[in-house]
T-cell receptor, first 111, second 113 residues
């Protein structure tokens, strides 16, 4: 089954404790991206990657890092999480110029 | 400001009626638009897309209309069903050939049985 898999689905952490949210896709898509979703703001792009070892900032990249060492994986790293990063996060993948397929989401709470 | 927005944040329709969800965009260079449906607790799910060289595209029970003159996008759902209740997002790509999607804030559609 074609899918985008994120882990964990839920995470509660404390301010400053580094964390990684993993994302994996099995569709051999070139393009992957991370979004955060906040009430009243819709989905906003954090980072994207057009291929292996190619990443770039989206609209709200501050406080986040990503890496793309393999085509299928695109982890999101929060080196020092803060409460304003409490949000619902989505990973997405697509072929170039095609529709994005989204994961099920990761609900992160930073206390 | 946002380049993609919605005229109505909520929409309630009777089961069996047609639904129309509207979206405005401001980037005239955008050439690809997508409608997504998001049910509670799930990720956005692709419904239908349209490229800027078209003004209408039909799927199963859904139609997307694109009016480039006024930078307006709409999603029409025929014979709305309870399972259509969800939040609907329009999105536009910001960079040609890439998928840097910019989303609107969403419209919550509620279908009344």
């Amino acid at each position: 089954e074609a899918q985008v898999t994120q882990n964990p689905r839920y995470l509660i952490t404390v301010t400053g404790k580094k964390l990684t949210v993993t994302c994996s896709q099995n569709m051999n898509h070139e393009y992957m991206s991370w979004y955060r979703q906040d009430p009243g703001l819709g989905l906003r792009q954090i980072y994207y990657s057009m291929n292996v070892e190619v990443t770039d900032k989206g609209d709200v990249p501050e406080g986040y890092k990503v890496s793309r060492k393999e085509k299928r994986n695109f982890p999101l790293i929060l080196e020092s999480p803060s409460p304003n990063q409490t949000s619902l996060y989505f990973c997405a993948s697509s072929l170039r110029g095609g529709e994005a397929f989204f994961g099920q989401g990761t609900r992160l709470t930073v206390v | 400001g946002e380049s993609v927005g919605l005229h109505l944040p909520t929409l309630s329709v009777q089961e069996g009626d047609n639904s129309i969800i509207n979206c405005a965009y401001s980037n005239s260079a955008s050439d690809y638009f997508i409608w997504y449906k998001q049910e509670s607790g799930k990720g956005p799910q692709f419904i239908i897309d349209i490229r800027s060289n078209m003004d209408k595209r039909q799927g199963q029970r859904v139609t997307v209309l694109l009016n480039k003159t006024v930078k307006h996008l709409s999603l029409q759902i025929a014979a709305t069903q309870p399972g259509d209740s969800a939040v609907y997002f329009c999105a536009e790509n910001k960079r040609t050939g890439a998928n840097n999607l910019f989303f609107g804030t969403g419209t919550r559609l509620t279908v009344i049985p």
